[in-house]
């Protein structure tokens, strides 16, 4: 529950900062400085998807949205995945995707603001940073969790080496033993 209510914090400070930028700047194009050099603030309303794509396209958008959101949010109130990395990325994820989701059902387009100077990307805002940066942390918690899988894996199949190992050890022990005690016996026997 507390990653849903992260989730829900992300959406609050990307509509609060969408809601600032819209009445600071007041129409599209216009913009103000932010980080000199690096990148400014320029109102932008996107209606598409990343990239301008799917322009257009309000309806299908948000029905995917609804429907990647509401599996992830399904994920996160069974408290699944069980390492924290993994929820905390699909909150990221989530607060994101319903943000953007929530411009496009009240606006039908999306506000975005932060445009790079020093490199042409496309403008974007505080909901794409969550889901860019969920994403980059759900990667990660992949590769972690891959790498924890294959040291278990290991260690599982080291363990039952081990444990055929010391059953072979054993049964060795035991046909040594019986030999011996054959051979015991058949000494007893010839002795007679």
Same mark, same amino acid.
């Given at each position: 529950?507390?990653? /849903?209510?992260l989730s829900a914090l992300f959406v609050v400070l990307d509509q609060l900062f969408k809601a600032w930028i819209s009445g600071r700047l007041? %129409? #599209?194009?216009? %913009?103000?400085?932010?980080? #000199?050099?690096?990148?400014?603030?320029?109102?932008?309303?996107?209606?598409?998807?990343?990239?301008?794509?799917?322009?257009?396209?309000?309806?299908?958008?948000?029905?995917?949205?609804?429907? /990647?959101?509401?599996?992830?949010?399904?994920?996160?109130?069974?408290?699944? #995945?069980?390492?924290?990395?993994?929820?905390?990325?699909? %909150?990221?994820?989530?607060?994101?995707?319903?943000?953007?989701?929530?411009?496009?059902? &009240?606006?039908?387009? &999306? /506000?975005?603001?932060?445009?790079?100077?020093? /490199?042409?990307?496309?403008?974007?805002? &505080?909901?794409?940073?969550?889901?860019?940066?969920?994403?980059a942390l759900l990667i990660l918690w992949v590769l972690l969790d891959e790498r924890k899988e294959k040291r278990r894996r290991q260690e599982?199949?080291?363990?039952?080496?081990?444990? %055929?190992?010391?059953?072979?050890?054993?049964?060795?022990?035991?046909?040594?033993?019986?030999?011996?005690?054959?051979?015991?016996?058949?000494?007893?026997?010839?002795?007679?």
């Amino acid at each position: 529950m507390p990653y /849903v209510l992260l989730s829900a914090l992300f959406v609050v400070l990307d509509q609060l900062f969408k809601a600032w930028i819209s009445g600071r700047l007041g %129409s #599209p194009g216009r %913009s103000m400085a932010f980080l #000199p050099g690096l990148m400014r603030l320029t109102l932008v309303h996107n209606y598409g998807a990343s990239w301008g794509m799917l322009a257009g396209k309000t309806t299908l958008l948000l029905i995917v949205t609804a429907l /990647v959101s509401l599996a992830i949010l399904t994920v996160l109130l069974l408290d699944k #995945p069980a390492r924290p990395l993994g929820r905390l990325s699909l %909150s990221f994820i989530l607060g994101g995707a319903v943000g953007n989701a929530l411009d496009r059902a &009240v606006q039908g387009y &999306v /506000v975005d603001m932060f445009e790079t100077e020093f /490199v042409s990307f496309p403008v974007f805002n &505080v909901a794409d940073c969550c889901i860019t940066l969920g994403a980059a942390l759900l990667i990660l918690w992949v590769l972690l969790d891959e790498r924890k899988e294959k040291r278990r894996r290991q260690e599982i199949s080291r363990e039952r080496w081990e444990r %055929s190992r010391e059953a072979a050890r054993a049964d060795a022990a035991l046909a040594e033993k019986i030999r011996r005690d054959f051979d015991e016996e058949h000494d007893d026997l010839s002795d007679r």
